[in-house]
């Protein structure tokens, strides 16, 4: 009876130590997370360099549009190679500020999949009666 007390004791203590140690791990792992992403923030801040348009071609083909300083260019990128195609002036592009207006929040989306979902069992019960 004692060895049993004791082993159960033992392996109480042994799944603590284990959750404690995977504990810190999260921890450690998110606060380097936190920490790579703004060293990342302040270091792109400052940059001369910003993709303004991507259109992909195919699986491992790209066409970019890239500002580089004040110029603008369009580059072919490749599975192994970039290259440069032409420089575009300025005033030939279009720049959307609609872009924002297109993307939904998880929280939309999540609505509106509940939505739908309600929606298909309501069907599907007048369906069965």
Known sequence: MILTVSDSISSYAQFMT?????????AVTYLATKWITGYQK????NSNLEIVESFQLASNKYIQIIRVGQ????????KDSVTMLVEIPKDQLVFSDDTEKDRYSFKEILEKM???NFLK?????NKDE
């Open 71 to 78: 110029k603008y260019l369009a580059v072919a990128i490749g």
């Open 121 to 125: 069992e309501e069907d599907d019960r």
């Open 18 to 26: 284990v959750l404690i140690i995977f504990i810190f791990v999260l």
């Open 42 to 45: 302040i270091k792109g801040r």
């Open 114 to 116: 509940q939505k739908k």
